[in-house]
């Protein structure tokens, strides 16, 4: 992977983090994190995911997504990281 600049908005910090490694909302303390990986797939950014099932607090089932990229979608991202972090 090549040497990538410093984010400079939010959209690339999340692009950015995804290109790193797999991704998940309990990863990262940011408003709006659901929204950054829409807006990353609007864009033509192929995100996979995988649900990790766990049980709360309150001893309930849930899921949460895991976001990751597919090695032959790296390339495809840092082309779009460097387009978007402009």
């Known amino acids: 992977m090549a040497n990538l600049p410093k984010p400079k908005n939010t959209k690339a910090l ?3 983090r995804l290109i790193k490694s797999p991704l998940s909302e309990r990863d990262m303390n940011l408003n ?7 807006d990353l797939r ?5 995100i ?19 976001h990751y990229l597919t090695k032959e ?6 082309r779009l990281y460097r387009k978007i972090n402009n």
């Open 73 to 78: 979608h790296r390339d495809d991202a840092v």
């Open 14 to 16: 999340v692009l950015l």
């Open 32 to 38: 709006g994190f659901r929204a950054r990986i829409a």
């Open 48 to 66: 996979a995911y995988k649900d990790v099932a766990f049980i709360n607090q309150f001893k309930h089932k849930s899921t949460y997504r895991v």
């Open 42 to 46: 609007k864009l033509g950014l192929s």
